[in-house]
T-cell receptor, first 114, second 109 residues
Framework: NAGVTQTPKFQVLKTGQSMTLQCAQD?????MYWYRQDPGMGLRLIYY???????DKGEVPNGYNASRLNKREFSLRLESAAPSQTSVYFC?????????????FGSGTQLSVL | AQRVTQPEKLLSVFKGAPVELKCNYS??????LFWYVQYSRQRLQLLLR??SRESIKGFTADLNKGETSFHLKKPFAQEEDSAMYYC???????????FGTGTRLLVSP
């Protein structure tokens, strides 16, 4: 059981380049999230998808776009990368019902923008 | 607005000493509070939540609505408790989780 899978694990971009972070979960969870983790800032929510077909902005959405491709997959796109987007990105998912808000995290994508 | 404050970036204790990781929150409604933990080279994972009133790995946390706190406690720290701990807050119903800045716990032998 893979859980939440993120690709790539590492990426180096030049300023202005674009890329898409991929996330897939095999637990049939309804909700999915993208967080970034920065030293001293904790985890901050970028985008989330409460259910298949919906996408909403979190705390720090500027410079990103997200797509809920289907129930399994939730991608995060950087259209024009900036050094301020250097971070570790985590995808997470949650089921519905009483287990809502128990986040299952991926292993993270370490992104450096030069 | 939801806000979670973890005042300590680093907490260093010796094995066998008591541990208290502080978490204060700001929320106008009825909150749900959580502690998440990230061990070295492992994924971030749920440690415990106030609704369950459980003890996991010897850790407990009590929601104090008067003091708006949800401190994480363990009477006798172990070296394997060394990790990054995040306090998180959500409202009732579907609400996204807001995380604090985290506290790194270092337990020395």
């Amino acid at each position: 059981n893979a859980g939440v899978t993120q690709t790539p694990k590492f990426q180096v971009l030049k300023t202005g380049q674009s890329m898409t972070l991929q996330c897939a979960q095999d637990m049939n969870h309804n909700s999915m999230y993208w967080y970034r983790q920065d030293p001293g800032m904790g985890l901050r929510l970028i985008y989330y998808s409460a259910s298949e077909g919906t996408t909403d902005k979190g705390e720090v959405p500027n410079g990103y776009n997200a797509s809920r491709l289907n129930k399994r997959e939730f991608s995060l796109r950087l259209e024009s990368a900036a050094p301020s987007q250097t971070s570790v990105y985590f995808c997470a998912s949650t089921p519905s019902g009483t287990e809502t808000k128990k986040l299952f995290f991926g292993s993270g994508t370490q992104l450096s923008v030069l | 607005a939801q806000r979670v404050t973890q005042p300590e970036k680093l907490l260093s204790v010796f094995k066998g000493a008591p541990v208290e990781l502080k978490c204060n929150y700001s929320y106008s409604g009825s909150p749900e509070l959580f502690w998440y933990v990230q061990y070295s080279r492992q994924r971030l994972q749920l440690l415990l939540r106030h609704i369950s009133r459980e003890s996991i790995k010897g850790f407990t946390a009590d929601l104090n609505k008067g003091e708006t706190s949800f401190h994480l406690k363990k009477p006798f720290a172990q070296e394997e408790d060394s990790a990054m701990y995040y306090c998180a807050l959500s409202g009732r119903g579907f609400q996204k989780l807001v995380f604090g800045t985290g506290t790194r716990l270092l337990v020395s032998p």
